[in-house]
């Protein structure tokens, strides 16, 4: 069974629409990711969720709405997408009050058109 | 703010060479430091992890060790193999609840 499941894998939309991305963790974990890997690669925070509470919201805009209904479960929503939303987003999990390492999902590479 | 720096940013090196990543922090105040393993195209791969406690972590060929108060990581490959080829990222997790990136290294072995 996959720790970490994203879906979609990939994703291609033209601008202006609105998207989800679905992420689903069954290691039991207390805190949940979102991750952005740009172009060159890097990876950057976006949203940490802590028992379905909102810990970590970086400077994102406001178009980026996460939702946890439940602690083994994190989705993103984007409404109005931009060109420049265009990467690679990464959920992870963790057991954050153990210090336990982080586990990621595959991935969902977003190319807004 | 934690920044986390990798050196080399590539590296090439031929089949049965023993190399070592280079992972520095900015803030010694971490609980733990990960290193991943990234293929193009693909998800992170955990490959060790490093409680603020601890010295070093063994895993098969890899050694990762970690030294807090000079603020760094380094990776040990040892006898390096194509398959080894990837990206590998580090990560430190601090207070804040997240894991600071670093710019990763680009490793190619040469079969």
């Known amino acids: 069974d996959t720790a970490v499941s994203q879906t979609p894998k990939y994703l291609v939309t033209q601008m202006g629409n609105d998207k989800s991305i679905k992420c689903e963790q069954n290691l039991g974990h207390d805190t949940m990711y979102w991750y952005k890997q740009d172009s060159k690669k890097f990876l950057k925070i976006m949203f940490s969720y802590n028992n379905k509470e909102l810990i970590i919201n970086e400077t994102v805009p406001n178009r980026f709405s996460p939702k946890s209904p439940d602690k083994a479960h994190l989705n993103l929503h984007i409404n109005s997408l931009e060109l420049g939303d265009s990467a690679v987003y990464f959920c992870?999990?963790?057991?954050?009050?153990?210090?336990?390492?982080?586990?990621f999902g595959q991935g969902t590479r977003l190319t807004v058109v | 703010k934690q920044e986390v720096t990798q050196i080399p940013a590539a590296l090439s090196v031929p089949e049965g060479e023993n190399l070592v990543l280079n992972c520095s922090f900015t803030?010694?105040?971490?609980?733990?430091l990960q290193w991943f393993r990234q293929d193009p195209g693909k998800g992170l791969t955990s490959l060790l992890l490093?409680?603020?406690?601890?010295r070093e972590q063994t895993s098969g060929r890899l050694n990762a060790s970690l030294d807090k108060s000079s603020g760094r990581s380094t990776l040990y490959i040892a006898a390096s193999q194509p398959g080894d080829s990837a990206t590998y990222l580090c990560?430190?997790?601090?207070?804040?609840?997240?894991?600071?990136f670093g710019t990763g290294t680009s490793l190619t072995v040469i079969p």
């Open positions: 490093i409680q603020s406690s601890q």
């Open positions: 990560a430190a997790l601090n207070t804040g609840n997240q894991f600071y």
């Open positions: 803030d010694s105040a971490i609980y733990n």
């Open positions: 992870a999990s963790s057991q954050w009050s153990l210090n336990t390492e982080a586990f």
